[in-house]
């Protein structure tokens, strides 16, 4: 299979934030930003690979800097390593005041995705290519990220073994 750069994953999106995007303390809602986060980040993983993705985790999304009404919310999404079948994916969020020009990163995200088949298989992804400091410096501590992503997954499947699937409303 053959090797992708991380830059051939790369691309971007921009969205204005509107009165309807806002919550009670007047900043961008996080489930909007999230929603952003996750569409980004599927472009980038089907980028890699050229299959259909599936998110598979969202590892974090930390919420830095608040996103106002003034502002642009500026999403950055690449690659940053692949396994077998799995991606993990960087997103960058830049808000920028529209009025002033100032721009700070208002926050960051890993998520990994899964390439599939028709039948809802894993597929193989190339391998990806890091060139930039930014891009090295991710990759390089991808492992760790792996392994504590590896850590909860396992301790999710152990928790989900002792939760109900019954509404408390049915327990009677």
Not at 13 to 19: D, I, L, M, S
Not at 72 to 86: D, M
Request: glycine share 2%; charged share 25%; net charge neutral.
């Amino acid at each position: 299979m053959e090797k992708k750069y991380v830059r051939e994953t790369r691309c971007f999106k921009t969205a204005r934030v509107f009165p309807t995007d806002v919550n009670n303390h007047n900043t961008l809602f996080g489930g909007k930003l999230m929603s952003y986060i996750d569409d980004i980040a599927s472009i980038a993983a089907s980028k890699c690979c050229r299959v259909n993705t599936v998110t598979a985790s969202t590892d974090s999304v930390d919420f830095l800097h608040p996103i106002n009404p003034s502002d642009s919310v500026n999403l950055e999404a690449f690659v940053t390593w692949t396994g077998r079948s799995s991606m993990e994916i960087f997103v960058k969020v830049i808000r920028e005041n529209l009025v002033t020009g100032e721009k700070l990163i208002a926050a960051t995200s890993f998520l990994t995705f899964v390439a599939i088949d028709e039948k809802g298989q894993k597929v193989m992804v190339p391998e990806i290519i890091p060139e930039t400091a930014e891009e090295l410096k991710l990759h390089e501590t991808a492992a760790s990220r792996a392994e504590v992503r590896r850590h909860r997954r396992e301790e999710s499947r152990k928790l989900a073994a002792y939760l109900t699937t019954d509404y408390p409303w049915e327990m009677s």
